[in-house]
């Protein structure tokens, strides 16, 4: 396992053959890829790249594992940590598959809400609930308190140039105070898109600029921070395979060197180092 550490406050972290999904709280979980293994066998683990510290989840049963996407609510040391694991189907059920600290076996949901086209590709934690985007631009809610899970009246989210394809590589889903965000890249001589979920009025809105906030985005999971430097407000920091940073500057068009190509690395995500600045 591979890690450099980039001039800005945050750090790039490589991952060979592991499928990992990160969130903002210095957290990995990640799948060991192994092709001798199917896919129900391969071990899932938190694992903290700071302490070293790995948490081993149970073993999965087959038949009920084959997951799109993984999401988690917590570090796994708190008792609001809830892992879910996301699977849809395009022409049967969709499958939730949820574990909490302290169980022994992964509780298996099962539902019959399906978008009208595509599948449930996208998911992040907000306020206690699961917000999944599906490859046509539906938007859905999964209540693990209520084990209920409901298609939201929002006009389904589109962009021309995106299709189904396309869209796990290039459309990316996070989370700030609340609020969601999906986010487009384009050719690397354009600016990404970003949208913000209108609750209130129940639409997409898109914006020029992120009210002084940083995206870092990255395919295993991107995140926002608040209260960075003014040379790093309304930025989006990409995990490009390039050596150099990477960003493009929202509003005054400005950008650093462009990436090679539109599509992030699924073995690079971006982590937030502890305020001790421990060096890797």
């Known amino acids: 396992m591979e890690k450099t550490l980039r001039d800005e406050p945050h750090m790039r972290l490589k991952l060979a053959t592991l499928e990992v999904w990160v969130n903002k709280l210095n957290q990995c979980v990640m799948d060991q890829q192994t092709k001798s293994m199917p896919n129900y066998s391969k071990p899932v683990f938190f694992f903290n790249p700071f302490t070293r510290e790995r948490i081993n ?81 539906y938007l859905s809610v999964f209540d693990p308190s209520k084990e209920t899970w409901n298609i939201l009246r929002v006009r389904p989210w589109s962009y021309p140039t995106v299709g189904p394809k396309e869209f796990g590589r290039r459309v990316l889903m996070m989370e700030n105070e609340g609020d969601i965000f999906v986010m487009v890249l384009h050719h690397p001589d354009n600016n990404p898109s970003v949208f913000k979920l209108n609750l209130k009025y129940m639409k997409w809105e898109e914006k020029r600029d992120v009210g002084g906030l940083t995206i870092f985005a990255s395919y295993p999971g991107s995140f926002i921070r608040a209260s960075l430097s003014a040379n790093e407000r309304n930025k989006v920091y990409l995990s490009a395979k390039e050596p150099h940073s990477v960003y493009y500057s929202l509003g005054d068009e400005e950008s650093s060197g462009l990436p090679t190509n539109i599509y992030l690395s699924k073995r690079i995500a971006w982590v937030d180092p502890p305020h001790n600045n421990v060096i890797l």
């Open 57 to 137: 989840l149970p073993k999965r049963s087959s038949g009920n594992f084959s997951c799109n996407q993984l999401s988690f609510s917590a570090a796994p040391t708190s008792s609001s940590c809830l892992v879910i694991s996301l699977t849809s189907y395009s022409h049967e059920n969709s499958v939730i598959t949820s574990w909490r600290p302290g169980e022994t076996v992964w509780k298996v949901h099962r539902f019959r809400y399906r978008p009208p086209r595509g599948m449930w590709t996208k998911c992040v934690f907000s306020n206690g609930v699961l917000y999944c985007l599906s490859t046509s631009g």
